[in-house]
């Protein structure tokens, strides 16, 4: 296990060598921070090369990269070109809020993905079954700012018109001091999370649980006598839980990465947000050190799937 997991972290710093070098080529040529100077008035072009040898654009693109990458290495993102501000600090500050959201919605998430997939398998082409297939369908289907819009406009809009208590559509919450005020404001951002990624989670184990129901071990176990229910959650669902693992696994980094639409329809200031806003300036410290976390997020949690492989389903070995 020792051997396999040492193996798979230096695989890691070598796929993370090349998605760093892929997004900083791309981020540099997306857009162009000095875009903003062009046209400036009163801004000569000794002024505007000043700008350049300050941010370090003067510089070839590998020597850009190399010096960032170092850097990186020494837990310094450089600093924003914008706000002047460590680009760990602005993460830093982002980052709880992206996570409070976000492990509250995939919680959820699971949780009702699990309700909602053992009862669709196990009543299959039922009205239940029918019913469920359809919401998923529905819910699978539509756009998450569509979902966002609407929630928006009925709980919000219609209910303060009717006179009904309303739910808020948005504001920077910052204080986790009040985790009433936090609560109330995450409703309507985890509900549209929930809606979106429910559909796909609870169909996926739908077919897993219906597959494993199918073969041999399922059947030598009901002949034994055993009850439906221990059939069903001691045999079926352990093995029909390892595509889903999967799956979680590599959402779970993304949760770092936060919920562009959703964090900016409803003003969460979250790393979504981060990203975007910096993005369309082209500060590409902070573009960089957002991708550079989700990237390696999203490596390292493979690995950490891998090994959980071996817990849930003992057949499974890593060599």
């Known amino acids: 296990m020792s051997a396999y997991i040492l193996?798979?972290?230096?695989?890691?710093?070598?796929?993370?060598?090349?998605?760093?070098?892929?997004c900083f080529l791309l981020?540099?040529?997306?857009?162009?921070?000095?875009?903003?100077?062009?046209?400036?008035?009163?801004?000569?072009?000794?002024?505007?090369?000043?700008?350049?040898l300050r941010l370090g654009l003067d510089?070839?693109?590998?020597?850009?990269?190399?010096?960032?990458?170092?850097?990186?290495?020494?837990?310094n993102l450089g600093n924003s070109f914008f706000s002047h501000q460590p680009v760990l600090l602005l993460i830093s500050q982002r980052l709880p809020m992206t996570l409070v959201l976000?492990?509250?919605s995939e919680i959820l998430i699971i949780a009702v993905s699990l309700v909602l997939g053992i009862i669709s398998a196990v009543k299959q082409y039922s009205l239940t079954d029918n019913i469920i297939t359809s919401f998923s369908f529905i819910g699978f289907s539509m756009p998450i700012f569509f979902i966002a819009l609407g929630l928006m406009q009925v709980l919000a809009v219609q209910f303060k018109e009717w006179g009904w208590p309303y739910l808020p559509t948005g504001g920077d919450v910052w204080d986790f001091g009040d985790p009433l005020a936090l609560a109330w404001h995450m409703v309507l951002p985890v509900t549209c999370l929930i809606i979106i990624t429910v559909a796909g989670y609870s169909r996926f184990l739908r077919s897993s649980i219906l597959e494993v129901l199918g073969l041999d071990y399922i059947r030598?176990?009901?002949?034994k006598g055993l009850e439906e229910r221990a059939v069903l959650f001691k045999h079926a669902l352990r093995n029909a839980a390892l595509p889903l693992i999967t799956i979680i696994g590599l959402d779970i980094p993304a949760l770092l990465g936060g919920a562009l639409v959703t964090e900016s329809i409803f003003a969460w200031p979250g790393m979504g947000r981060l990203f975007w806003e910096y993005a369309q300036k082209g500060d590409f410290p902070v573009v960089n050190g957002t991708l550079?976390?989700?990237?390696?997020?999203?490596?390292?949690?493979?690995i950490?799937?891998?090994?959980?492989?071996?817990?849930?389903?003992?057949?499974?070995?890593?060599?």
């Open 7 to 22: 193996r798979r972290l230096v695989q890691a710093l070598v796929v993370l060598f090349f998605i760093t070098a892929v």
């Open 102 to 104: 976000m492990i509250t």
């Open 220 to 223: 030598t176990a009901r002949a």
């Open 292 to 302: 550079l976390l989700t990237s390696s997020a999203v490596v390292f949690f493979t």
């Open 59 to 75: 510089q070839p693109l590998p020597v850009q990269y190399v010096s960032w990458l170092t850097l990186a290495f020494q837990g």
């Open 27 to 52: 981020t540099h040529y997306s857009s162009d921070p000095m875009a903003q100077y062009a046209n400036k008035q009163g801004m000569t072009e000794a002024d505007r090369q000043a700008i350049r």
């Open 304 to 319: 950490i799937v891998d090994v959980a492989y071996t817990l849930i389903d003992p057949r499974i070995r890593l060599n």
